[in-house]
């Protein structure tokens, strides 16, 4: 399958998110693959899933990570990031891979991500945050 028949589906993939109400980061999040795929240098269909997710704008939609793309605006926005996995067991730490790739893709540094701080300057970050969620 070449780049365009791949990004058309993704694209229509959107288009029936869309229709469905979906959540409109998950839509956006299809649209941008489509992009991405259609200028695509090589052939999208032959990179492994590793490759594949190291295109900018490609992330696990099903999970609704943040992309690189919007990790680099969330920080030039002053937003600090958390790294996660979501796990719901020891297998799924391995997940926590991905998050940092998507970090370094989009310009992150250490500073940028509260979970990379020493254990008291992230209980800190906590404390000044609380309530201000509005919960």
Not at 22 to 47: F, M, Q, W
Not at 97 to 117: H, I, K, S
Request: net charge positive; glycine share 10%.
């Amino acid at each position: 399958m070449n780049n365009a028949a791949i990004a058309r589906i993704l694209a229509e993939i959107a288009d029936l998110l869309e229709l469905k109400g979906e959540n409109p980061l998950k839509i956006r999040a299809y649209r941008n693959a489509a992009d991405t795929v259609t200028h695509a240098s090589g052939r999208v269909a032959d990179l492994a899933e590793a490759e594949l997710l190291k295109l900018p704008g490609i992330c696990q939609v099903d999970r609704l990570d943040l992309g690189d793309v919007h990790a680099r605006l969330a920080r030039e926005h002053g937003a600090t990031l958390v790294i996660g996995t979501d796990a719901h067991s020891a297998r799924g730490v391995g997940l926590l891979r991905w998050g940092v790739l998507v970090a370094r893709r989009g310009g992150l540094e250490a500073g940028d991500v509260l979970n990379t701080r020493p254990a008291e300057a992230f209980r800190a970050a906590l404390r000044r945050n609380r309530g201000r969620s509005g919960r």
